[in-house]
Every structure is written in C-alpha cells, then in structure tokens.
C-alpha cells in the first residue's frame, strides 16, 4: 500500500496565500509524476498542476500564474503553492503520483486536504 501523506489545507480569505504538501516514499517519488488534483461539491475531479520526475511542470489554465507546483527530491516530497486565492478555487485537494509504462498505468492518491477560500 503507497501511502501518500498531505498537508497544509485550509481557511484562507479571497486573494490569500495557501501551501499543500505531499510526503511520498522514496521509490515512488524517484520515478512517478507527481501531481495536485481538485474536487469542489458536485464537480469532477480535475488536475491542477502536475510535475514530472525530471521537474516538467503543468498547470490547468485557471491556476496559472496564481499556483506553482514544485518538488524537493531531498525530502521525497511535493509541493503546492496557491497565491491570489479565488473562492471558485474552494475544493478538496487530492496528491497524485502516476507512472505509465509501456504496459501499466499506475495511480496512487492521498486521503485529500479540504481548502477553502471564503470571506
């Protein structure tokens, strides 16, 4: 069982600032991408920022220039930075770490950190 372990949610004002961390093994973290996923109440699940191995990030377009996905190889951990926070960004934040092989595809999640951006 991969144990995927985050941190850092919470309540946080419009225009705020909010940092998500994400623990993983080290044999997951060496070779897996690693990435922030999002769901709001009554919404599907949608990826917010990804990374890979070798430090290629993306960003959905409704983050972008507001969040920075980062990784600390040290530490076997990654990192979620949300600035100018929007209430439409209010979810609960879930760690991904992927890896597609030529025959698999692997997917491991964390148990989720509530955020919530409100007045």
């Excluded at 979810?91 to 595809?105: E, G, L, P, Q």
């Excluded at 491991?108 to 409100?118: A, D, E, I, K, L």
């Amino acid at each position: 069982q991969v144990q995927l372990v985050e941190s850092g949610g919470g309540l946080v004002q419009p225009g705020g600032s909010l940092r998500l961390s994400c623990a993983a093994p080290g044999y997951i973290f060496s070779i897996y991408a690693m990435g922030w996923y999002r769901q709001a109440p009554g919404k599907q699940r949608e990826l917010v920022a990804r990374i890979t191995n070798t430090g290629t990030a993306t960003y959905a377009d409704s983050v972008k220039g507001r969040f920075t996905i980062s990784r600390d190889d040290a530490k076997n951990t990654v990192f979620l930075q949300m600035n100018s926070l929007k209430p439409e960004d209010t979810a609960v934040y879930y760690c991904n770490a992927n890896r597609v092989t030529f025959s698999n595809t692997f997917n491991y999640w964390g148990q989720g950190t509530q955020v919530t951006v409100s007045p």
